[in-house]
Structures are given as structure tokens and as C-alpha cells.
Nanobody, 116 residues
């Protein structure tokens, strides 16, 4: 049974930073070859891809976050992180982690609110 759990969300002021984390328990056998990704969903909007990182280290970022967000992983701990700098109010959303293994596994999401 694979379980994906995000953490690190919260309230932050514009221009601030936040680091989200995602742990995939039960994925030890294949996590190092999994593609991992972060999505977000703002109120009234569809869920959108923020960034992804494959097992070869290749990354993809949405243009709205490029240069501000960084995705990285720790395969020993089955963890993927999202470092978010220079946050803007429009980054406010629920952030979801997805781990692509034998199936696609989603976390429950963590709320990020950027507001003064």
C-alpha cells in the first residue's frame, strides 16, 4: 500500500519562501525510478502542473514559477521537496504531490496561502 503525504503548507507573506515536502511510504522498491511532480489547484480553477522531475534528473516548470520554484528529491527517504521563493498572491492554492510508479499516487494536498 503506497501512501503519499504532503506537508509544509501555510500562510506566508508576498516575497516570502516556503518548502513543501512529500513522502511516499510503501514506494521504497521503485521510488528512485519514479517521476515525481507537484500540481496546484486554486479556488475555482482546474488542477495544473507546477513542476515535475524524472528519474534522470530532468525537470519541467510551468512558466509562472520558473526561476522561483525548485523541485528536488531524496531517493533514500522517498521524499520530494518543492522550494518556493519570491512567493506571490497568485501562488495561493492547494498543492498536491504525485508519484508515478506502477500507478499514479496522489497526496491529499497542502494549503499554501500567500497574503499580507
Amino acid at each position: 500500500q503506497v501512501q503519499v503525504v504532503e506537508s509544509g503548507g501555510g500562510l506566508v507573506q508576498p516575497g516570502g519562501s516556503l518548502r513543501l515536502s512529500c513522502v511516499a511510504s510503501g514506494a521504497e522498491r521503485w521510488f528512485d525510478v519514479a517521476t515525481v511532480a507537484w500540481y496546484r489547484q486554486a479556488p475555482g480553477m482546474e488542477r495544473e502542473l507546477v513542476t515535475r522531475l524524472d528519474d534522470g534528473g530532468r525537470t519541467r516548470y510551468d512558466v509562472s514559477v520558473k526561476g522561483r520554484f525548485t523541485i528536488y528529491r531524496d531517493n533514500i527517504k522517498n521524499t520530494v521537496h518543492l522550494l518556493k521563493n519570491s512567493l506571490k498572491p497568485e501562488d495561493t492554492a492547494i498543492y498536491y504531490c504525485k508519484v508515478q510508479g506502477p500507478e499514479h499516487y496522489w497526496g491529499q494536498g497542502t494549503q499554501v496561502t500567500v497574503s499580507s
